[in-house]
């Protein structure tokens, strides 16, 4: 089947706009991560999904970010208030279940620029 | 904080050349460790995977990895590359149930 799906692909937001990106995970995978990649580093972890339930969030690095994946499937990051130091790369992953050792399989990312 | 150190940052080598890339952690405890590859436009994928037992693990594409307990080490390697090998490599760790902490990333280059 198809993989992790992203969208949309690249976004421009002003300063003090919100953004939602969106991530479709591969059909029935019961864990959902999002991460952030600045330029020039590695993905750094932000939530954790499994299934419905946000199980961690501690990587969210202002209450300006917020995570849902209401139906256990689809997940929406929005970004409220965007500052120029949200630019970056979110990735989101998922895996088959709750286990850490599984497999993520990630998504192409979306490359945010706040100007 | 927990740490992921990847000493290189940008390594060139011909191709057959052996590769060996460096990957520390800081956490003590039991950890699972992972290589990630991102070819150049396309998707992170796993390369490899250490989460109990031998501690040499074998991945896809030939790679290898060694890890060593008392270096909080999980080097990875490839006896002879190949010009499709040119991609930025990321070492993982994750011991915090959910929680998968990367490294910065090598780029390797490999001239044909």
């Known amino acids: 089947g198809a993989g992790v799906s992203q969208s949309p692909r690249y976004k421009v937001a002003k300063r003090g706009q919100d953004v939602a990106l969106r991530c479709d995970p591969i059909s029935g995978h019961v864990s959902l991560f999002w991460y952030q990649q600045a330029l020039g580093q590695g993905p750094e972890f932000l939530t954790y999904?499994?299934?419905?339930?946000?199980?961690?969030k501690s990587g969210l690095p202002s209450d300006r970010f917020f995570a849902e994946r209401p139906e256990g499937s689809v997940s929406t990051l929005k970004i409220q208030r965007t500052q120029q130091e949200d630019s970056a790369v979110y990735l989101c992953?998922?895996?088959?279940?709750?286990?850490?050792?599984?497999?993520?399989?990630f998504g192409p990312g979306t490359r945010l620029t706040v100007l | 904080a927990q740490s992921v150190s990847q000493h290189n940052h940008h390594v060139i080598l011909s191709e057959a050349a052996s590769l060996e890339l460096g990957c520390n952690y800081s956490y003590g405890g039991t950890v699972n460790l992972f290589w990630y590859v991102q070819y150049p436009g396309q998707h992170l994928q796993l390369l490899l995977k250490?989460?109990?037992?031998?501690?040499l693990v074998k991945g896809i594409k030939g790679f290898e990895a060694e890890f060593i307990k008392s270096k909080f080490s999980f080097n990875l390697r490839k006896p002879s590359v190949q010009w499709s090998d040119t991609a930025e490599y990321f070492c993982?760790?994750?011991?915090?149930?959910?929680?998968?902490?990367f490294g910065s990333g090598t780029k390797l280059n490999v001239k044909p």
């Open positions: 999904f499994q299934n419905e339930a946000q199980l961690d």
């Open positions: 992953a998922s895996s088959r279940g709750g286990v850490t050792t599984d497999t993520q399989y």
């Open positions: 250490y989460f109990s037992g031998d501690p």
């Open positions: 993982a760790v994750n011991y915090n149930f959910n929680k998968f902490y």
